[in-house]
């Protein structure tokens, strides 16, 4: 009977020296949100300081003296300097999330890590970059937008390789697996606001680290923000519905605060295009066809700058998933509803439509 006790007091001391040591390793690694500026869209851009045995960032802002100078200030806040950094990890291409990519790898010889789909753009390969600003081209021209909001968006909004770094990306795949900072890092594929969108999940802490996946704020622009996505408002409802499942205790996103309830959130904005969808209906049954230029001038009004882009890529982004899944029909100058869609649209007194999260074949 003693010796019972005993080897069940040993066992009772080794669960909790394990339980102790598996803490200590979850703690290992300390992070810190860095807040930058941002001159190119709304709201401050965050960036993520991961320190323990090595030190990562992810995603690296645009690159403008202040946010040189507020990276500087959030490394040394927390003890380090540039020189320190081992490996970034970048959620997107777009400028706001890797601009300053070269200036940090120059400064420490930092390797680049990226979704393959998003990594030509991230290096500023010509070849990459001619091919989206051709494929841009045709999508306005094939939305309907003028001629005169088109210059005015190339006049305003310059991406080209110049603004990128030459840099060598490592491609980083869907559902990797990275022993980071003294934690393990997981990557999870959540394309909709670029083909390449990856977030990184810490499951030691239940947390996720969004980028522009998922937003405090604002619902992350699909179909402008990056036009080689073929389908993305499935696309990006498969991601929302993701971090529904998963039912994450924080989201770090990519802009703003941070997101205390990332299921409620992501409920939250696939509610919005479940909302939005209705509104392109009815806009629909009032105006018989129309292209999406036309349909996002209903939705959003005098569209200026990037939002040349992002507006009427959003109204596509609808108008195609709905033709996918029935309830529209194109035709040459536009979009116009089904007979069965028009009467559902005119008999319901609801304010939704219920969106399938996938295409029919």
């Known amino acids: 009977m003693g010796v019972f006790r005993s080897s069940t007091n040993v066992l009772h001391f080794s669960h909790q020296f394990v339980k102790a040591f598996i803490v200590s390793c979850i703690h290992a690694m300390i992070m810190h949100r860095i ?67 070269g200036w940090l790898v120059d400064q420490s010889g930092a390797s680049v890590h990226a979704h ?16 989206l600003n051709r494929q841009r081209c045709e999508q306005l021209d094939s939305w309907g937008v003028p001629a005169n909001k088109v210059e005015a968006l190339f006049d ?23 022993d980071c900072c003294g ?83 992501a409920r939250g904005i696939f509610h919005h295009h479940e909302e939005r969808a209705m509104r392109v209906l009815r806009t629909l049954e009032r105006d018989n066809l129309m292209t999406p230029w036309a349909v996002s001038q209903e939705l959003f009004g005098s569209l200026e700058g990037v939002h040349i882009l992002h507006g009427p890529g959003e109204a596509y982004a609808h108008l195609n998933h709905l033709t996918r899944t029935g309830a529209l029909r194109r035709e040459k100058e536009g979009y116009r509803l089904t007979a069965d869609t028009a009467e559902r649209v005119r008999s319901s007194g609801e304010e939704s439509w219920e969106l399938e999260t996938r295409h029919r074949d």
């Open 35 to 101: 807040s930058l500026p941002n001159e190119y869209l709304e709201g401050t851009n965050n960036v993520y300081l991961l320190d323990g045995e090595e030190t990562a960032l992810i995603d690296a802002g645009s690159d403008t003296p202040e946010v040189r100078d507020a990276v500087v200030d959030g490394f040394a806040a927390a003890g380090l300097t540039i020189p320190d950094l081992d490996r970034i990890f970048l959620t997107h291409y777009h400028i706001d999330h890797c601009g300053a990519v």
């Open 116 to 131: 393959p789909a998003d990594r030509p753009l991230i290096e500023g390969n010509e070849t990459a970059w001619e091919r």
């Open 156 to 178: 305003a909004f310059v991406e080209d390789p110049n603004l990128y770094a030459d840099v060598s990306v490592e491609p980083i795949e869907d559902n990797v697996r990275v």
């Open 183 to 265: 934690t393990p890092l997981r990557t999870h594929h959540t394309p909709g606001h670029s083909l390449g969108h990856l977030a990184f999940v810490l499951p030691a802490r239940d947390e996720v680290i969004s980028g522009d996946a998922l937003l405090p704020v604002y619902t992350p622009n699909i179909g402008g923000a990056d036009i080689r996505v073929e389908e993305p408002l499935v696309d990006y409802l498969e991601t929302l519905q993701w971090f529904v499942d998963e039912k994450f205790g924080r989201a770090w996103p990519g802009h703003r605060t941070t997101i205390a309830d990332p299921a409620g959130r």
